[in-house]
């Protein structure tokens, strides 16, 4: 009975383990944001249509995951928006961190309102890649990403992206 435990024991810490490995190797390929708005994005009317504009979306992020963490992101966001969302015109912008560099491109972004509970955020997703990297960094030079982000408060999102 006390070798049958002593199995089931390390076949338990043995899973726990192995769960938690495939977890953080997971997670290597994850860098995660912090953000704010520099100022509250708004949209200009653009075109004819009603509730059509362009929004420029200027913003900072605090690094707090993968190899650039404790880094900071200062980036643009152009979007052109209509009553349903948004479609990415262009976005970008710079990473720096003491002896690390990295530019990021954003590209195919789609922007969506999701009301839950009566509470509008918005969120996004698209593609991107590390144009160039440098220092600690200099692995990223020329990975792609999928990204997501969500709002967390006024004014403020969370930013993920997940290299291929």
């Not at 199995?7 to 390929?29: D, F, I, P, R, Y």
């Not at 009317?45 to 362009?54: A, V």
């Not at 954003?106 to 220092?135: C, F, H, I, M």
């Amino acid at each position: 009975m006390t070798l049958l435990r002593i199995l089931v024991g390390g076949l338990t810490v043995a899973a726990v383990m192995s769960g938690a490995v495939l977890k953080a190797s997971a997670q290597k390929n994850v860098d995660a944001f912090s953000c704010q708005y520099i100022e509250a994005p708004t949209a200009e009317p653009f075109g004819n249509e009603e509730g059509q504009g362009i929004s420029v979306r200027d913003y900072s992020c605090q690094v707090t995951q993968g190899p650039l963490s404790g880094g900071v992101l200062t980036a643009r966001a152009v979007w052109e928006m209509d009553k349903s969302g948004g479609k990415l015109l262009l976005g970008g912008g710079v990473i720096r961190k003491a002896g690390a560099m990295a530019v990021v491109q954003l590209a195919d972004g789609k922007l969506e309102y999701v009301t839950t509970d009566g509470v509008t955020e918005v969120r996004t997703s698209g593609r991107g890649n590390y144009l160039l990297a440098s220092g600690a960094a200099a692995s990223l030079s020329g990975k792609t990403f999928t990204y997501l982000t969500k709002s967390t408060a006024p004014s403020q999102f969370y930013f993920e992206d997940r290299r291929e």
